[in-house]
């Protein structure tokens, strides 16, 4: 079973960029495609992006795209994401996960904030 978790998040000003972190531990996921997730309060849990196994193949939502990186080190078991120009409305929870997600699989996450 995949073990998932994610940090890097913070409290930042609009503008501001932030790359989170998910280290995978249990079974390499250099064999499944993996999604980063995110829930902001009262809302559900949406999609941000998601990178293939080799990295070749990448969506994004429209509300990151052009902002947002996914990225991913088979090697280390690490999924990545850069967040340039941090708005208000990218504050949420962010989370990792296979894609499509996996009900057991969900981490902690970790929270962003943007605000000035």
């Known amino acids: 079973q995949v073990q998932l978790v994610e940090s890097g998040g913070g409290l930042v000003q609009p503008g501001a960029p932030l790359r989170l972190s998910c280290v995978a531990s249990g079974p390499s996921i250099s064999s499944y495609t993996m999604g980063w997730f995110r829930q902001a309060p009262g809302e559900e849990r949406d999609f941000v992006a998601t990178?293939?196994?080799?990295?070749?193949?990448?969506i994004y939502d429209v509300s990151v795209k052009g902002r947002f990186t996914i990225s991913r080190d088979n090697g280390k078991n690490t999924v990545y994401l850069q967040m340039n120009d941090l708005k208000p409305e990218d504050t949420a929870a962010y989370y990792c996960n296979i894609y499509p997600p996996h009900t057991h699989y969900w981490g902690q996450g970790t929270q962003v904030t943007v605000s000035s």
């Open positions: 990178i293939s196994r080799n990295g070749e193949s990448i």
